[in-house]
């Protein structure tokens, strides 16, 4: 009889043991998920920032180009809006991703404008940003899949249940907008001032008046 109980006793601390493990593992992973999701956000709202001010910066040169223009800020604003989840953040900024691609399609009819050290910054600024986003973007869902198979697999999944662990959602754009938007009109070849040189908010360069007079940058 008393081996009996040891034996349930051990069981019993055996599952305790697990189903502590199995609780920790799968709160650590949720929450490297919500850090992950925390870095895009920070990129997300950098990447809108300069976006902005270059749209400000192409307005002194091509302020004809309305509606291109237009259509980039509109995109911009819903990239902008609160509350979203990351699938409908990767749709708006997939969104946003094909607005700038026209616009910098128009940008090539404006040497001018390309050989402007603003412009030039911004677009360096720009294409170091993507780069980040896709890096985050890709830790962020291996983290979501680690989480995710957790949550529907044997028997982790029960835990999943009692602690109200949930699949979360991915962050991918795709398509044609799954690669960022590459900002290369031979800056290599031009002279650009470091980045102490210029002034605004959070590192991101101001902007610069163009011809037809100043331009304040755009608020976030």
């Not at 040169?61 to 953040?89: C, F, I, K, W």
């Amino acid at each position: 009889m008393t081996i009996a109980f040891i034996v349930i006793g051990v069981i019993l601390v055996a599952l305790v043991l697990w189903f502590v493990s199995g609780y920790n593992g799968l709160i650590k992973l949720r929450n490297l998920v919500h850090e992950a999701w925390a870095q895009i956000d920070t990129e997300l709202k950098r990447r809108h920032d300069l976006i902005g001010n270059l749209v400000e910066t192409v307005k002194g040169y091509a302020a004809h180009e309305r509606g291109t223009l237009e259509d980039v800020m509109r995109a911009r604003a819903a990239a902008m809006s609160p509350g979203q989840t990351p699938a409908q953040a990767a749709e708006n900024e997939g969104m946003l991703t094909q607005a700038l691609g026209r616009l910098l399609a128009v940008v090539e009819a404006y040497p001018d404008l390309k050989a402007n050290q603003n412009f030039l910054a911004l677009q360096n600024e720009l294409t170091g940003t993507e780069d980040r986003i896709a890096s985050a973007r890709r830790y962020y869902n291996a983290s979501v899949r680690e989480l995710n198979t957790k949550v529907e697999t044997i028997p982790t999944n029960f835990i999943a249940g009692i602690a109200n662990v949930s699949k979360e959602e991915y962050f991918e754009v795709e398509g044609a907008e799954r690669d960022p938007v590459r900002v290369d009109f031979g800056q290599r070849d031009a002279e650009i001032p470091p980045p102490s040189s210029y002034t605004g908010s959070d590192d991101v360069p101001a902007v610069e008046p163009g011809p037809e007079g100043r331009i304040d940058p755009p608020r976030a």
